[in-house]
């Protein structure tokens, strides 16, 4: 017994091109930017944690666009 999805001679293999062009390479640059933002926010909160002391600390959390100047 033939399923009518059986009898398209193309349907399968469109699909199949279509998740291999579209869909599996936005899933893959997505989860890599995903695991980029969880390791770079896991070793930032180590090294602020580890070096709290150090006078390069504040200009870690600085905002450089800032409208506020420094005096000199």
Known sequence: MLLW???APMGGAVIMIILL???MPVAILLSGALAA???GGLIK???DKTH???ELFGL???NP???EKASD
Do not use: C, P, T, Y
């Open 45 to 47: 909160k180590d090294v």
């Open 52 to 54: 709290k002391e150090s």
């Open 60 to 62: 870690s959390e600085s």
């Open 65 to 67: 666009w800032s409208q």
């Open 37 to 39: 933002a969880l390791i």
């Open 21 to 23: 062009v579209v869909v």
């Open 5 to 7: 999805w059986q009898n």
